[in-house]
Each structure stands twice: as structure tokens, then as C-alpha cells.
């Protein structure tokens, strides 16, 4: 076995709006999983992959843990952050600074479970002026968790992320190979991607109005001989008043969603795009399990 190949699973879990997909971004120094300020934006197990000449983490974003499983698409989400667990070689625990609560309890509930180390990350330091406030919080997290590692920092402006990324390669296991190819950053087609660009778009634009019901559909993706992508999405919800909220006075709203959602797909797809969108009622989609698979909100492994 060679011993200067290090290659890994690193799950990052906590519980919603601490900044985990934020906190990929920043490690994997290129945008792969959608933010907003809203929480359960992440709704996926999403592989982020970075690699070197010696490591090649890869990353699992995963569901903020919440309390509320009234709905199937909640139970789904936990479940789906909970399931890797077991079968990751570090746990990135993420909680946001100077505040601790029970949908945090319930995440260290299932880390406990594994026996993966455990790293702490205390993020949104940068909101904290005056950072002696967190020395009892650090003590606090450090006698509850007793993680591998603790270290507090900002995935916004990237303060300690250098550090944070040493300590990962330190725990990573020796391998003859990497498990995807070097250049390779998701495990995600573009398909996905785009229908997450659209998504945010959605959250981003709407704020409080966005009902959670809403989810997008790609219904083709198809490039041209000219080199044009053309792509045609239906973003989905739930009830008809639901419908005027997204399309907006004279399709002013969802025209600019999708020119936004647009401008990130020509940077991903490094190519020009033809983007049309549809809004659709599909009434209970989000506590149907037969809808939830058929659109992709399966158990992820």
C-alpha cells in the first residue's frame, strides 16, 4: 500500500442554517452545493470531491437534522442525513457559534453512533466581536462532544479553513489510489446541478414567501449542434395560489429567476444555455413517498 496516497469520506452534518453547504463551497473552493438563507436549502447527499497530488477528500453534504418528521419529505431528509454515519472516515460536526439547541443534541445523538472522529467546526465566528464570549461556549462543546479536533471558524470569509483541511488530511486513510478521477468535483450530473441552480434561484428570490413545498423537475436537456444547451425545467407546488407567488406579476418573477438560474448554468456548463421554465400544481407532493421518489428523493447511499 502506497503510504503518500491519502483518500476518504468526510461528512459534514449538523443541524439546518449552520453553514454546511457554505462550508463545502469554501473547502472544495468552488460553488457545488446551493445556500440560502433558508433553512433545508440541502435537501440531497451531495459528493463534493477535492483532490491533490497526495489527498482526495470527499466531501458529504448532507440535510440539516431537525425535530419535525410530520412530513414525508422531513423523515426523508433525516433519514438521509443520518444514514452516513457509518460509513465515513471523519465526521465534520458543524453548530453555529454561541448557540446550542435541541435540533444540535439530536445530531450528536446519531454521531455517537459512529465510530468515526469526530471534528468540531464552530462557524459564523465572524458575527462574534468580541471573541472572548466564545472561550465558555469552546469549553462547553469540548466536555459535551469530546470530538478528535475543535476549531472555530468562518466558512463566509474562510478564516482557519487552511487548518481545518490539515487536521482532515491527517485522519484520511492510506490508499494504493484515489476513488474518483483527480479533476472529477461531484458525483452529481449536470442534470442535478441544474435543477439545484434553479432551485436556489427560487429561494433566493421569494425569501418568506416561498412555500416549502417547491421542488424542480428537468424535462430535457439537450445540447445543440451550435454548442447551445437547451433545457426545460418545471418547478413544482403544491397548491395554485402557491403557483401566482412563483410566476409574479406578468411572469416578471419567474423570468428572473431563470435568467439568474441561467447565468450559473453558462459557468458551470462553460457554454451557452436556453433555459425555459414552467410552474406546475401538484398537489401533496412533499408527504407523498411514491411522488417523493419519482422526483429523486430516494435513499441515497
Known amino acids: 500500500m502506497s503510504e503518500s496516497l491519502s483518500c476518504g469520506y468526510v461528512a459534514i452534518l449538523g443541524r439546518p442554517n449552520v453553514g454546511k453547504s457554505t462550508l463545502l463551497n469554501r473547502l472544495l473552493g ?25 489527498h482526495q477528500v470527499i466531501y458529504v453534504d448532507t440535510p440539516g437534522i431537525h425535530l419535525d418528521n410530520k412530513h414525508a419529505l422531513n423523515r426523508r431528509l433525516n433519514k438521509t442525513a443520518a444514514s452516513v454515519v457509518h460509513d465515513v472516515d471523519v465526521i465534520i460536526f458543524v453548530v453555529t457559534a454561541l448557540h446550542w439547541q435541541k435540533e444540535d443534541e439530536l445530531v450528536l445523538s446519531l454521531i455517537q453512533k459512529s465510530k468515526s472522529p469526530v471534528i468540531v467546526v464552530v462557524n ?15 469549553t462547553f462543546l469540548h466536555d459535551t462532544i469530546k470530538p478528535l479536533h475543535l476549531i472555530a471558524l468562518s466558512a463566509k470569509t474562510g478564516s482557519n479553513i487552511t487548518l481545518l483541511e490539515t487536521q482532515i488530511n491527517e485522519l484520511l486513510p492510506k490508499t494504493d489510489f484515489f476513488f474518483f478521477p483527480a479533476e472529477q468535483v461531484t458525483d452529481k450530473p449536470d442534470q442535478f446541478m441544474m435543477s439545484e441552480m434553479i432551485r436556489e434561484k427560487l429561494m433566493r428570490a421569494l425569501g418568506q414567501e416561498l412555500p416549502y413545498a417547491t421542488t424542480v423537475q428537468i424535462q430535457s436537456f439537450k445540447k445543440r449542434e451550435d454548442g447551445l444547451i437547451s433545457i426545460s ?3 413544482l407546488v403544491e397548491r395554485e395560489s402557491q403557483k401566482g407567488i412563483v410566476v409574479g406579476e406578468g411572469g416578471l418573477r419567474l423570468r428572473e429567476i431563470g435568467r439568474q438560474a441561467r447565468m450559473d448554468m453558462e459557468k458551470w456548463l462553460n457554454a451557452k444555455v436556453y433555459l425555459r421554465l414552467w410552474v406546475k400544481v401538484k398537489s401533496g407532493w412533499s408527504d407523498d413517498e411514491r411522488a417523493l421518489k419519482q422526483l429523486g428523493y430516494d435513499d441515497e447511499s
Open 30 to 54: 468552488q460553488k457545488i452545493s446551493i445556500t440560502s438563507r433558508r433553512p433545508q436549502t440541502t435537501r440531497h447527499r451531495i459528493l463534493g470531491i477535492k483532490s491533490d497530488e497526495k
Open 124 to 138: 459564523k465566528v465572524d458575527k462574534i466581536a468580541d471573541k472572548e464570549r466564545l472561550l465558555p461556549f469552546l
Open 233 to 235: 425545467a418545471i418547478i
